[in-house]
């Protein structure tokens, strides 16, 4: 069966400090990945997508980045965070070539302080 | 533009009661697919529907697709605290571009 993790699950920075958020998908090769914020507790805001391998398609212009190193491992990151950042961070994956059914993480609460 | 319009944003009902929420767009799916989230958790798939004018059951839910594939509806019948959570509608407008969301319908049952 397939499986995603997240983390960390909850992370508090400062402004100006980096990020790194890790996303890793078991059980499935050559997944579609997304990342998406949540403000409280509503919808979800697309922020990168990939198809494969160093395949990143930006919603969302920003100073948030995606990367993908492996088949199955997306990172978000920013080098400066803005007190706008904050917020709930979730990765999903869908089976690659159909984006039909996601299958979202635990997700990463982030407070920039 | 918000492309699927769900409604209400939030409703707050007694245990036992029905209800139905709603998600329309002007837009046609191929598919459309309800999650439900629970607080600081992700979000989880109920069902997907791809056929106009499909009806699927899931216990007490009942999810429907237009017969044009522009909008859905969700029942729940005999509504129980466990119910309670965000539910998410997503449509999918071609094989390999991304869901749709909406902004959701958060629901409380007391």
């Known amino acids: 069966s397939q499986t995603i993790h997240q983390w960390p699950a909850t992370l508090v920075q400062p402004v100006g400090s980096p990020l790194s958020l890790e996303c890793t998908v078991e059980?499935?090769?050559?997944?579609?990945l997304y990342w998406y914020r949540q403000a409280a507790g509503r919808g979800l805001q697309l922020l990168f997508y990939s198809v494969g391998i160093g395949q990143i398609s930006s919603e969302v212009p920003q100073n948030l980045s995606a990367s993908r190193p492996q088949d199955r491992q997306f990172i978000l990151s920013s080098k400066k965070l803005l007190l706008s950042d904050s917020g709930f961070y979730l990765c999903?994956?869908?089976?690659?070539?159909?984006?039909?059914?996601?299958?979202f993480g635990p997700g990463t609460r982030l407070t920039v302080t | 533009t918000q492309l699927l319009e769900q409604s209400p944003q939030f409703l707050s009902i007694q245990e036992g009661e029905n209800l139905t929420v709603y998600c329309n767009s002007s837009s046609v799916f191929s598919s459309l697919q309800w999650y439900r989230q629970e607080p600081g958790e992700g979000p989880v798939l109920l069902v997907t529907?791809?056929?106009?004018?499909e009806v699927k059951k899931l216990k007490r839910l009942t999810f429907q697709f237009g017969d044009a594939r522009k909008d859905s509806s969700l029942h729940i019948t005999a509504a129980q605290p466990g119910d309670t959570g965000l539910y998410l509608c997503a449509g999918a407008r071609s094989g390999n571009t991304p869901l749709v969301f909406g902004k959701g319908t958060r629901l409380s049952v007391i």
């Open positions: 529907v791809v056929t106009g004018g």
């Open positions: 059980g499935t090769s050559n997944p579609n």
């Open positions: 999903a994956w869908s089976v690659g070539g159909n984006s039909y059914e996601q299958y």
